[in-house]
């Protein structure tokens, strides 16, 4: 196997500290950790720098699994740093993690651990093992390679290495996408941030899993019953994917891949989504709310993927507000409408602004309208204040409040020019 010198490592990773990992290789063997490895994307950048000199490496983390106990790992580490040194920032018990800030440089440590699926989609069992075990349960050839420290080794169970120089990744097995569908959104993101391909092996695992639908929930069914990959972690993959630099191009992957069709249908024929999702994000409204909000049911999604309460209501208010629309479009009612009219009833919804916009976003055949609330006539206000009324004799009382609303309404109609 190839060597990657711990000290060339430093070299290459200009955010690594001269010394950084023989120290932390001295303290796994002081607490008999009988092996520990960097893992993930510097594993891939390495490989790709000893290929391509000119390569520039991004680093972000360092990632380190070992065979061991992980907290007393950590608790020697910051023995020999010194506890001021080392904040640990995260701990997970399931699936035996701990994040840790060392002198600025976050380190993530895991103990090496298999994992099972008794039920396709949902949690696996976790069990302590070994690091060659754990890069087979991982998901992708390129994902599943570690530099072992102690000898200065490169693991490549997968062919890893001819999988970066061909760029073309793979799964590690054939029911990868059976396990867990939060894959396919994996393998989009992936594939977009390394400009890899994804073998045919794999596109024809995705396309034939998903028609075979092999889980025990179908869409439309309730989400009480929802197993996680379709739910809570699909959520969490789906964040990933958008908030990333290469959401676009992931998310045509995405589309190209089929992968839309394990979250709605209507998502993966939608040949306007990365338009609107982008005017959105423009807008600051979360890309995910988005992305639901133009799926067939975006309600019963918001729920099936845990969407926050606030994300939910801004789904809502947009849902009630098309509704709304849609009434007064077929009843042509609106023609006759002055702005003042179309104030009191837009203000009388009482959805929230992200509302408006999503709605915008999806092109509404009424959407001037509402771009000439929100962005104008929501900001007149009344000329005339309640002290003002009550300087020149007005009693207090709701007949201020009617007046002052009758004075902004006015004005409103004053301002606009259609």
Excluded at 245 to 250: L, Q, R, S
């Amino acid at each position: 196997m190839e060597l990657f010198d711990k000290s060339t490592i430093e070299k290459e990773i200009k955010e690594l500290p001269s010394g950084i990992l023989t120290i932390l290789l001295d303290a796994a063997i002081s607490v008999n950790i009988t092996s520990i490895a960097i893992v993930g994307g510097v594993v891939r950048d390495l490989i790709t720098k000893s290929k391509n000199k000119d390569y520039d490496i991004i680093f972000n983390d360092l990632d380190l699994i070992i065979e061991g106990e992980r907290s007393n790992y950590v608790q020697e580490i910051q023995k020999v740093l010194g506890a001021e040194k080392v904040k640990v920032i995260r701990n997970n018990k399931t699936y035996k993690t701990s994040e840790l800030i060392i002198n600025g440089l976050k380190v993530d440590i895991a103990s090496a651990r298999e994992e099972t699926y008794p039920i396709p989609g949902e949690n696996p069992i976790v069990e302590l093992s070994t690091i060659t075990k754990d890069l087979i349960r991982r998901d992708f050839n390129i994902n599943a390679m570690a530099i072992e420290l102690k000898d200065n080794k490169l693991i490549d169970l997968f062919s890893g290495t001819d999988a970066i120089e061909n760029m073309k990744m793979d799964f590690l097995h054939e029911s990868s996408v059976l396990e867990d569908p939060t894959r396919i959104i994996r393998a989009s993101r992936y594939s977009a941030k390394l400009d890899f391909d994804l073998s045919n092996q794999a596109l024809k695992q995705i396309k034939d899993t998903i028609n075979l639908w092999p889980w025990n929930w179908h869409i439309g069914d309730t989400n009480d019953l929802v197993p996680s990959a379709l739910s809570i972690r699909l959520k969490m993959e789906l964040e990933l994917l958008l908030e990333s630099k290469y959401w676009k191009n992931a998310l045509k992957n995405l589309q190209s891949f089929g992968g839309l069709k394990i979250i709605d249908s209507k998502l993966q024929n939608d040949q306007h989504l990365i338009e609107r999702i982008s005017i959105a994000k423009k807008s600051n409204i979360e890309p995910l709310t988005a992305l639901v909000y133009e799926s067939k049911s975006p309600n019963y999604l918001a729920r099936r993927l845990h969407l926050d309460k606030q994300q939910k209501e801004i789904i809502e208010g947009a849902y009630r507000l098309n509704k709304y629309l849609k009434d007064i479009k077929n009843n042509h009612l609106y023609k006759t409408w002055s702005p003042s009219k179309w104030s009191t009833y837009l203000e009388g919804l009482n959805v929230n602004e992200s509302s408006f916009i999503l709605e915008i976003c999806r092109e509404n055949p009424l959407k001037e309208y509402l771009s000439y609330w929100l962005f104008n006539w929501k900001n007149i206000k009344s000329p005339i204040t309640g002290d003002d009324l009550i300087a020149k004799g007005w009693a207090p009382g709701p007949e201020i409040g009617i007046e002052i609303k009758r004075q902004r309404m006015k004005l409103i109609d004053e301002k606009t020019i259609f």
